[in-house]
């Protein structure tokens, strides 16, 4: 019997010198970067030409955002702990890591969906509100779709892992959590640091 | 065989240059990254604009760079993964130098912004009703 009966091919192959798993999030990744790259884009024209983006810019919360931001940070150790565990061959510690990791991305969620927007939406800030409100509501809403998709993949995973089973996986979620990290570290100085 | 020992198979066979990455002090670079996201909230009290602006956006490419390079470990990635990131930042690039002249200026070669436009878009931004009535009414008079 070989080694990779009944598993799909991509898990056991190395395409173009890295296993195709890897390689899949890599190209997952840069497709990414051109979907938010335009909407990050477009927001600093229409920053940098109209002084009535900084005026609603004002209203964001930068305490919010910064305990986001730390929460994501600490999010991404607990990633890459995880895929350390994972290399080390420790599915149980992986497992956990995963889990902190998803704990993390619920509580970006949760500040997001249940203390942020509905404060600002109260204010009168809606995504209809201006050109402003409607970029901020849809790169965040984007943003935060990622951070949700990536919990359930990770809820998916760490159940595996915590068995000791597909462990190269630990990494690859990794890998696009920290992408969504990455452009968090953006949006935050644009939606609440340049105001 | 367990499955276990496939996914590490998979790991230690892989050609990638890193079979198993290494893995620095992530607590150390953990609490950097803590460090910088403290002093680019801290930098607009300082009230001026250009120290915002650097430990805002300069800071944040730090953070970047720093979350790619250690947690990410494309360093030690393929040299192709880099290449295919860069590709897509440049085409982001791209995208931005071909329209922010059409937004940002008003006018360029052989053409000018009508200026029903350009008001329509600032009463907009400041969520001011346009002059003239709702959705730009009187526009045909400039055409």
């Given at each position: 019997m070989s080694a990779a009966a009944g598993r799909p091919i991509a898990t056991t192959r190395s395409s173009a010198g890295m296993p195709t798993g890897r390689l899949a999030v890599w190209w997952v990744i840069a497709s990414e970067i051109v979907i938010f790259g335009g909407l990050i884009g477009s927001y600093i024209m229409f920053r940098l030409s109209h002084d009535a983006f900084a005026q609603q810019a004002a209203h964001t919360n930068t305490l919010i955002g910064t305990i986001n931001t730390l929460v994501l940070l600490t999010s991404s150790l607990a990633a890459v702990l995880g895929h350390k565990y994972a290399d080390a061959g420790d599915g149980p510690r992986a497992a956990r890591q995963l889990y902190l990791t998803a704990l993390g991305g619920l509580t970006f969620a949760g500040i997001k969906f249940l203390w942020e927007w509905p404060t600002e939406i109260h204010h009168?800030?809606?995504?209809?509100?201006?050109p402003f409100w409607s970029f901020y509501y849809t790169a965040c809403g984007i943003h935060a779709a990622h951070v949700i998709a990536g919990v359930t993949i990770m809820l998916f995973i760490a159940p595996q892992a915590k068995k000791g089973?597909?462990?190269?996986r630990v990494e690859l979620i990794g890998l696009y959590w920290h992408f969504v990290d990455v452009v968090w570290i953006f949006l935050f100085p644009l939606l609440y640091i340049a105001k | 065989m367990t499955q276990h020992a496939h996914a590490h198979d998979s790991h230690d066979d892989d050609?990638?240059?890193?079979?198993?990455a290494h893995h620095p002090n992530y607590w150390k670079i953990w609490a950097i990254l803590c460090l910088l996201l403290a002093i680019s909230v801290a930098g607009?009290?300082?009230?001026?604009k250009i120290v915002t602006l650097l430990t805002a956006f300069g800071i944040a490419i730090v953070k970047a760079y720093m979350v790619a390079r250690y947690f990410m470990h494309i360093d030690i990635a393929a040299k192709y993964v880099t290449y295919f990131i860069v590709t897509a930042l440049v085409f982001m690039f791209l995208f931005f130098a071909g329209t922010a002249p059409d937004v940002?200026?008003?006018?360029g070669r052989n053409w000018t912004k009508p200026a029903w436009l350009d008001g329509s878009i600032h009463a907009t931004m400041s969520n001011e009703p346009v002059e003239g009535g709702e959705h730009g009414e009187g526009h045909e008079e400039h055409h």
């Open positions: 009168g800030f809606t995504i209809s509100s201006s089973l597909e462990l190269q | 050609q990638s240059g890193y079979g198993h607009p009290f300082l009230g001026i940002m200026k008003p006018q």
